[in-house]
């Protein structure tokens, strides 16, 4: 019977095959160990030279990443991670792979990144991407069973969101569009028409910023609730971070495992999470010697790192300066300078993973808004209908998915945590 790895635990004691692909081997005259993968998990197949002399010399002579069935019959193992190995009858040769370019060896990020298509076949690279799944099942979940309703904005917008400096600019027939930076603004008119809603897909920042944290195209999920403050909001940013991240120590353990994750530092993160206004920040920046730092400007990554690190949770940072925030955010009632908005960052030194806010629901502020902002007053008429007919507070916020990926899973760059992720300098493959 044909079976996947995953599987193999219903089948101990029974003769089955497996469609696979060789990762490693190693052995002695004697015995070979073939490391099997099947993209559903990992498995040790054991041929032992005085059982079958021909499907030994098979198994010796077969090429990393070559294709094949394999059968035998299931053990389970205690040495084995997985908990169970193979003992091999027969092996049919699929396709013999010659001169596999990722061999076991070290390779540097710039030879592992021309051959990423091929890298995603390595066992971290996979787990990687499995807790990526993960989180997207979850963030189904949560907002499905939260009662959301997932509202799929568009791609190409004629608005943006997020400032005019990072918009990747194309032709639509005879008109300019640009590349989505961000689904908030149609999230609105959703949560207008639905109450709750969330947006979950790509957004392109032409962002000349080569940093660990930065990817041209990223995906976004942007919930966005009719009535609510942005106090309530924060309450749903930190359920629904919980909620990941318990998720992900629930069922990607082998995952965290081949990753050599510290679960000890997730176990902790638990709602409420704790607050400090950008105001408090600067003061604390400026006590721990940041000299570089005015009231006024925006944090860098040595800065939010270094208020992470006062604490064993994600922190918010509410309350930012108007200037440095973006036009469509609700003035602070109890400090004007300021507006009501957060940053989440997450733990570790891994930097914000969520912007959130509430948004400004009176018409003629909006409007002077856009005006002052420099943005195009024609191309906001529909957002501003959102204030002209029934106007109710609304708050909502988006996570950066890769950010989340690589925060969880402990890889050091994003560029590990997006399949075929889109760098300054990186369109291939
Ligand atoms: O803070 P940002 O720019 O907020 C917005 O786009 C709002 N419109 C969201 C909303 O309120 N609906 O981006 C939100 C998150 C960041 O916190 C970060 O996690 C991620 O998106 N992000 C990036 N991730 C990878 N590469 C980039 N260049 C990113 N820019 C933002
Ligand atoms: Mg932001």
Partial sequence: MKISINQAS??????????????????????????????????????????DEALFETAKGLTQETSMYVSGTIKSD?????????EVDDIEIIHA??????????????????????????????????????????THDFFFENGYKKIDPPILT????????????????????YLS?????????????????????????????????????????EPEMAFYKHEDSLEVQEQYVEYLVQQVLANCSLDLGILERDTAVLEKIRAPFPRITYTDAVELLKEKGFDDIEWGEDFGAPHETEIANHFDKPVFITNYPKAIKSFYMEENPEDPRTV??????APEGYGEIIGGSERIHDY????????????????????????????????GFGLGLERTVAWLSGVQHVRETSPFPRLLNRLYP
């Fill in 340 to 345: 009501l908005c957060a940053d989440m960052i």
């Fill in 181 to 221: 930076q961000s689904g908030q603004l149609y999230a609105e008119a959703a949560a207008m028409a639905h109450g709750k809603v969330f947006s979950f897909g790509p957004t392109f920042r032409a962002e000349k910023s080569k940093t660990r944290r930065h990817l041209i195209e990223f995906w976004m999920i």
């Fill in 158 to 177: 004629s608005s943006s969101p997020e400032g005019t400096t990072e918009l990747f600019h194309t032709k639509y027939f005879d008109e300019d569009a």
């Fill in 364 to 395: 003629a502020t909006l409007e002077q808004k856009i005006i002052d902002s420099g943005l195009n007053l024609d191309a906001y008429q529909w957002y501003l209908d959102l204030r002209r007919y029934g106007s109710v507070p609304h708050s």
């Fill in 97 to 138: 792979s010659e001169g596999y370019p990722i061999t076991p060896k070290a390779h540097g990020p710039e030879f592992l990144m021309d051959n990423r298509h091929l890298w995603l076949r390595s066992k971290k690279q996979h787990a990687v991407m499995n807790i990526r799944n993960q989180i997207i099942k979850s």
């Fill in 78 to 86: 205690d040495r084995s991670q997985f908990g169970y190995e193979m």
């Fill in 10 to 51: 219903n089948f101990e004691g029974q003769q089955v095959t497996i469609g696979c692909w060789l990762l490693q081997k190693r052995g002695s005259g004697k015995i070979q160990f073939l490391q099997l993968r099947d993209g559903t998990g990992f498995m040790q197949g054991v041929v032992v030279k005085a059982s």
